[in-house]
């Protein structure tokens, strides 16, 4: 008889949890919130590819906590046709593909960024940015 009551009690703790998971969630949305942009507030992006041709800038709305990979990641997902390539996360962050071009290893061209004119000393996944900040991603030899 013991037995049952703990089950129960279990029960009712585990609908309880579920039940108000559902309060913080809206309906259908299985995942946690994600950083929206706070303002209107903006990055400047451009893409250097290496190939002679004009460099593209595009304003891309900045939130805290915005990494210099978010910056590249938020581009690629308004330009699907444009697939990025991303291996390790955080500080061990390494872009690998990027706008059409895929890194060509030691010796060749590869990407790397720029923040406001400076090469970045730390991975893309842990520099973040702030409103007004110039990022550059380059395909090029390594400097």
């Given at each position: 008889m013991q037995r049952s009551w703990r089950f129960i009690i279990a029960l009712v703790v585990l609908l309880g949890l579920v039940l108000a998971q559902r309060r913080w969630l809206p309906a259908g949305d299985t995942s946690a919130p994600t950083a929206q942009p706070s303002t209107d507030e903006t990055v400047s992006l451009s893409i250097d590819r290496g190939d002679g041709a004009a460099v593209?800038?595009?304003?891309?709305?900045?939130?805290?906590?915005?990494?210099?990979?978010?910056?590249?990641?938020?581009?690629?997902?308004?330009?699907?046709?444009?697939?990025?390539?991303?291996?390790?996360?955080?500080?061990?962050a390494l872009v690998?593909?990027?706008?059409?071009?895929?890194?060509?290893?030691?010796?060749?061209?590869?990407?790397?960024?720029?923040?406001?004119?400076?090469?970045?000393t730390k991975s893309a996944g842990v520099t973040t940015v702030k409103p007004d900040d110039r990022v550059l991603w380059k395909f090029a030899p390594f400097q």
């Open positions: 593209e800038t595009h304003h891309i709305g900045w939130s805290s906590g915005l990494t210099v990979l978010g910056v590249l990641e938020t581009y690629s997902a308004q330009h699907p046709e444009e697939p990025l390539s991303v291996v390790g996360r955080g500080a061990s690998t593909a990027a706008a059409g071009r895929t890194n060509e290893g030691a010796g060749g061209l590869n990407w790397q960024f720029e923040l406001n004119g400076q090469y970045g």
